[in-house]
């Protein structure tokens, strides 16, 4: 219902108050590892109370828990659940990642009209797939409410890899503000939330360290375009709570197990909002899955989920004590914490909060010396927005780039100075194994003469593929963090085709009026579907226009992700993409029907940054 709304004033505003109160009797309790599995299965959506740290405030739940019960299925199965929404607004319910008919998607206006109040609405799809997925609402703000929980499906075929344990690990992000109160403050200032940005000492070190009229130049930039370096999550610590299970980092939720037990952890991001870097100092994680896939095994010390990822880690804990399962945002303003240990009531330590990281020239897309000439490998560091690249002077007047609405490069090339001191690796071309697949986007892409209009603040002058990179926050530490191209599947999948065509589609946004969209209009000032045909392998080349990592995700269908892994192309559910990057999926259009697809930001898909893909009929 939301996304049918055509208001510009936003969509949330529309929604029924979140709660009658009186009608609220029951806490919801923390999510339980217990499955509800089975034929028939029934969800109850309700209003409750929910309890975090001796705080309470009105909540969404399945079944009165948040997250919601894990729902268990068999691969093969006939899935029938039956959702009762005893809510007085419409409601309901999206299986993530689950390849299924159209009309069992769940998406009120896409899939179907929604779940009216009092009503029963049920499910029915055969279950085609393994792994770890989630389900949540897709109505107004209410997953932010607690509307999300874990669906396992069980294999036909026994798991290539061993484990004596599993856990689910689903993160999750909540607000004693309502959704709809977070998202008028964002559109009230984009930067409401951010606490982080810099202060009047950091611009001391910066005039120190490359002088006092790039300095100012500098911040000027930033503040012309209305953009804060330090912007890396819309919504912030500084009123999310951030939850594991359910329980916040005080509230410790805990996994046992034996030492030299292997032990499943089923990572799920149920965050509205917020991206996590996971990492449990003292334990490799061994990674088997993505988004319910499994993939060739990878050892990792640390990985970053965006909004709606899963991912499946093996660890092998085997001393007798506490670790610590750390999931910091990715803006560093807080973290979720949970603790595996032998016994219930141990805690190990809780790491350092790193400092947050600072957005780049290479973020907003500049051009930089050496790309053009894919010489990469000498010592230019990601410039951590101090030096002014004087090279993107070369292309002042020309046709495309002085149509482009972007002020701040107009404006950087006035007095710019060299001053490279970034102390990050900036990642080079050639680190691409050339034995690969080609990755498509390798090479620098000049943006084309398309600024989006109005609904767009800015084009990346240059966009590449950056899916090699950890991801800014990540880089040069000695930690080994999970790169999209370490992500092979562990086997073929059936169709190799090289996509018969290309669609491109920009992410754009105006950070400071909050408006999200793609190709610089809103879901609501653009109906047409992009229209596949049924059968055709198609890529999707995505351009991230934009200062922000978005997951974007596809209903209905996989996007294989064009990682250079040749036959063995990973698939996934939801894919980040990086500010100032193009990369491509390959998907086979092989289920005919209206599919949503969006940012799974949650207010950037009810911003705007949603599209309907529509595969034809055979
Ligand atoms: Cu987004």
């Known amino acids: 219902m939301l996304l049918k709304c055509t208001v510009v004033a936003g969509l949330l505003a529309g929604m029924a108050p979140l709660v009658a109160t009186?009608?609220?009797?029951?806490?919801?309790?923390?999510?339980?590892?217990?499955?509800?599995?089975?034929?028939?299965?029934?969800?109850?959506?309700?209003?409750?109370l929910f309890r975090l740290d001796g705080r309470?405030?009105?909540?969404?739940?399945?079944?009165?828990?948040?997250?919601?019960?894990?729902?268990r299925l068999k691969e093969g199965q006939q899935a029938t659940l039956r959702v009762t929404n005893s809510l007085q607004e419409r409601s309901s319910i999206h299986w993530h990642g689950l390849l299924l008919p159209p009309n069992m998607d769940?998406?009120?206006?896409?899939?179907?009209?929604?779940?009216?109040?009092?009503?029963?609405?049920?499910?029915?799809?055969?279950?085609?797939?393994?792994?770890?997925?989630?389900?949540?609402?897709?109505?107004?703000?209410?997953?932010?409410?607690?509307?999300?929980?874990?669906m396992i499906i069980d294999p036909l075929e026994p798991e290539p890899f061993q484990y004596e344990r599993e856990y689910v690990v689903m993160l999750s992000d909540w607000s004693f503000e309502s959704p709809e109160t977070l998202f008028s403050n964002l559109k009230k200032q984009g930067g409401y939330y951010n606490f982080q940005k810099r202060t009047a000492g950091e611009f001391i070190t910066d005039v120190r360290r490359m002088g006092l009229w790039p300095a100012i130049q500098n911040y000027l930039m930033w503040d012309q375009m209305r953009m804060d370096p330090t912007d890396f999550a819309d919504v912030t610590g500084y009123t999310f709570t951030y939850l594991m299970n359910g329980l916040s980092p005080a509230g410790n939720w805990t996994g046992l197990f034996r030492p030299g037990e292997r032990v499943r952890l089923r990572l799920i991001n149920a965050a509205s909002m917020t991206f996590y870097d996971v990492r449990i100092p003292g334990l490799?994680?061994?990674?088997?899955?993505?988004?319910?896939?499994?993939?060739?095994?990878?050892?990792?010390?640390?990985?970053?989920?965006?909004?709606?990822?899963?991912?499946?880690?093996?660890?092998?804990?085997?001393?007798?004590?506490?670790?610590?399962?750390?999931?910091?945002?990715?803006?560093?303003?807080?973290?979720?914490?949970?603790?595996?240990?032998?016994?219930?009531?141990?805690?190990?330590?809780?790491?350092?909060?790193?400092?947050?990281?600072?957005?780049?020239?290479?973020?907003?897309?500049?051009?930089?010396?050496?790309?053009?000439?894919?010489?990469?490998?000498?010592?230019?560091?990601?410039?951590?927005?101090?030096?002014?690249?004087?090279?993107?002077?070369?292309?002042?007047?020309?046709?495309?780039?002085?149509?482009?609405?972007?002020?701040?490069?107009?404006?950087?090339?006035?007095?710019?100075?060299?001053?490279?001191?970034?102390?990050?690796?900036?990642?080079?071309?050639?680190?691409?194994?050339?034995?690969?697949?080609?990755?498509?986007?390798?090479?620098?892409?000049?943006?084309?003469?398309?600024?989006?209009?109005?609904?767009?603040?800015?084009?990346?002058?240059?966009?590449?593929?950056?899916i090699g990179e950890p991801g800014r926050g990540l880089e040069g530490g000695d930690r080994r963090v999970l790169l999209y191209t370490d992500l092979k599947s562990l086997a073929?999948?059936?169709?190799?085709?090289?996509?018969?065509?290309?669609?491109?589609?920009?992410?754009?946004?105006?950070?400071?009026?909050?408006?999200w969209s793609f190709d610089g209009k809103k879901y609501s000032e653009s109906r047409e579907p992009v229209r596949l045909r049924y059968g055709e392998r198609v890529r999707l080349t995505f351009v991230n226009d934009t200062m922000m990592e978005h997951p974007i995700h596809l209903h209905g269908m996989w996007m294989y992700v064009e990682n250079g892994a040749g036959e063995h192309l990973p698939r996934k559910h939801t894919v980040i993409v990086k500010p100032a990057e193009r990369v491509s999926v390959a998907v086979t259009a092989d289920v005919p029907g209206p599919w949503a697809f969006h940012c799974h930001l949650l207010f950037h898909m009810d911003a705007g940054m949603f599209r309907v893909v529509e595969v034809s009929e055979p």
Do not use: C
Request: zero cysteines; hydrophobic letters at 30%.
């Open 106 to 150: 769940g998406v009120p206006g896409v899939s179907f009209a929604g779940i009216e109040p009092g009503a029963t609405f049920t499910y029915r799809f055969p279950v085609k797939q393994s792994g770890t997925y989630w389900f949540h609402s897709h109505s107004g703000g209410q997953e932010l409410s607690g509307m999300y929980a874990p």
């Open 284 to 466: 490799k994680m061994t990674v088997v899955q993505a988004d319910g896939q499994n993939v060739q095994p990878v050892m990792v010390d640390e990985l970053r989920m965006g909004v709606a990822e899963t991912y499946d880690v093996i660890v092998e804990p085997m001393e007798d004590q506490a670790y610590t399962i750390f999931a910091e945002t990715m803006d560093r303003s807080g973290y979720a914490r949970g603790t595996l240990a032998p016994r219930m009531g141990m805690s190990a330590e809780i790491p350092e909060r790193r400092p947050r990281p600072l957005r780049t020239m290479e973020d907003m897309g500049m051009s930089m010396e050496g790309m053009d000439k894919g010489d990469m490998t000498h010592s230019h560091g990601s410039m951590t927005m101090l030096g002014m690249e004087p090279s993107v002077g070369k292309s002042n007047g020309q046709a495309d780039h002085a149509n482009h609405k972007s002020q701040h490069m107009e404006h950087r090339q006035q007095g710019a100075a060299p001053s490279m001191q970034g102390t990050q690796e900036m990642p080079s071309v050639k680190a691409i194994d050339p034995r690969r697949s080609k990755i498509p986007g390798v090479e620098p892409v000049k943006h084309g003469p398309d600024d989006h209009g109005p609904g767009n603040q800015m084009v990346a002058e240059y966009s590449r593929n950056r």
């Open 22 to 48: 009186s009608a609220v009797t029951s806490t919801a309790n923390a999510g339980s590892q217990a499955a509800l599995s089975g034929d028939v299965i029934d969800l109850t959506i309700s209003e409750q």
């Open 492 to 515: 073929p999948y059936p169709d190799q085709r090289e996509p018969e065509r290309e669609i491109e589609l920009h992410l754009t946004g105006q950070m400071n009026r909050y408006m």
């Open 56 to 71: 309470t405030a009105p909540a969404l739940a399945f079944n009165g828990a948040i997250p919601g019960p894990v729902i």
